[in-house]
């Protein structure tokens, strides 16, 4: 019985002990006077702490000293219509980086980086610029009608020379840019010599058929090309244009050495030389005598044989003519006064011929 009475003592002394113990701990976190601490969120990480500073936040997208805004400094020109083309232009406060997005399929587009906006048929639009990256999102807006257009066809009287191939491209312009119609109008009486005259959708004035040395049109020519167009939802129809295209007389450049020198001893009878016709648009070259036997000088004893290529391709600038040399009589040097021209005759502009001497030594 005493051992028993002992062990309860025990237990109940250790008892009293482990509350007196939690009491002393409890104390010594708040006494009196001390501020009491909130507990700690349970939504940080390891690592954070809990703002007590009592300074405002800085969101993502404001400066310290205020919000970032956007707006236009380059408006929409007013009014707008299909086929105009302009630059509009935003920027932010902070000088961020700027993006331009479009509202109204088909009716208008624009470039995202430069602002050029481009308008394709009438209806509403609107253009967008945002601040590149800004959370949350700083945008402006413009918004525009895009009207009708009324579209101007410039074109005016022009001339220019044959040339091999014969290609001019008419004066032709139009604002703002529709499809034009254009044909040569055989029955405007400003027209002559225009039976070859062509022209595509492109506005190219073209020969057809092609000319060659045998079937060309006759220069000068006047071609009367008109340009109309017809309206749309989009545009009104521009008044149509009439313009007279004079084609004339081809620029040859014809050279020859001036004197071809020849000993005819050393030769076969022949001499071969080398002409030049810069222009490249003639269909050959003709080689002749400019004088007459009859009258006593000594010209025919020069015959020319033949000049190459002929007929010659568009481009060719470099002829061979070969000319036959009778025996100088009594052993005596000559002169053979010579011709070289450009054909066809029909187109001799520029300088068409050239004159040059075959001395022939014994």
């Known amino acids: 019985m005493t051992t028993g009475a002992k062990i309860g003592i025990s237990a109940v002394a250790m008892t009293v002990a482990l509350t007196v113990a ?3 701990s409890s104390a010594s976190s708040t006494g009196p006077g001390d501020p009491t601490i909130s507990p700690q969120p349970s939504s940080l990480e390891p690592h ?19 919000a970032i805004t956007i707006a236009f400094v380059t408006p929409v020109p007013k009014p707008t ?6 630059t509009v232009k935003a920027q932010a406060s902070d000088g961020s980086a700027v993006a ?4 109204g399929p088909g009716v208008c587009a624009v470039n995202a980086t430069s602002g050029r906006v481009t308008v394709d048929e009438r209806g509403k639009c609107k253009i967008t610029a945002s601040v590149v990256d800004a959370d949350p999102p700083v945008t402006a807006s413009q918004s525009f009608t895009v009207g009708k257009a009324k579209p101007v066809v410039k074109f005016d009287n022009s001339t220019t020379r044959f040339a091999r191939p014969f290609r001019y491209q008419l004066p032709i312009s139009v604002t703002p840019k529709i499809p034009l119609k254009m044909v040569v109008d055989r029955n405007d009486p400003r027209g002559t010599n225009d039976d070859f005259c062509v022209v595509n959708g492109d506005g190219l004035l073209t020969f057809d058929p092609r000319p060659t040395p045998s079937n ?12 109309s167009a017809t309206g749309t939802a989009n545009y009104d129809a521009p008044k149509a244009v009439s313009r007279v295209i004079t084609i004339g007389l081809a620029d040859f450049r014809v050279n020859v050495a001036e004197i071809v020198p020849v000993t005819h001893s050393t030769t076969d009878g022949t001499v071969t030389f080398t002409i030049q016709e810069g222009s490249g648009d003639a269909f050959g070259i003709e080689v ?6 009859d009258v006593g000088e000594d010209n025919y004893l020069c015959e020319p044989v033949s000049t190459t290529p002929y007929p010659a391709p568009g481009g060719t600038t470099r002829y061979t003519a070969t000319v036959t040399l009778q ?16 054909v066809p005759p029909d187109y001799q502009g ?7 001497t075959i001395h022939v030594e014994p």
């Not at 219509?81 to 302009?86: N, R, S, V």
């Not at 331009?100 to 509202?103: E, P, S, V």
């Not at 000068?220 to 090309?225: G, L, N």
């Open 22 to 24: 939690g009491c002393a």
């Open 350 to 356: 520029g300088k068409f011929i050239d004159n040059f």
């Open 216 to 227: 060309f049109p006759q220069i000068p020519a006047k071609c009367v090309v008109r340009v």
């Open 100 to 103: 331009y997005a479009a509202t």
């Open 81 to 86: 219509w299909h086929g105009k083309a302009f």
């Open 327 to 342: 025996a100088p009589p009594g052993g005596a040097a000559y002169d053979c006064e010579m011709s070289a021209q450009a």
């Open 288 to 293: 002749y005598s400019n004088s007459d036997a």
């Open 48 to 66: 954070d702490s809990p703002d007590i500073s009592g300074e405002p936040s800085v969101s993502p997208g404001v400066a310290p000293s205020g």
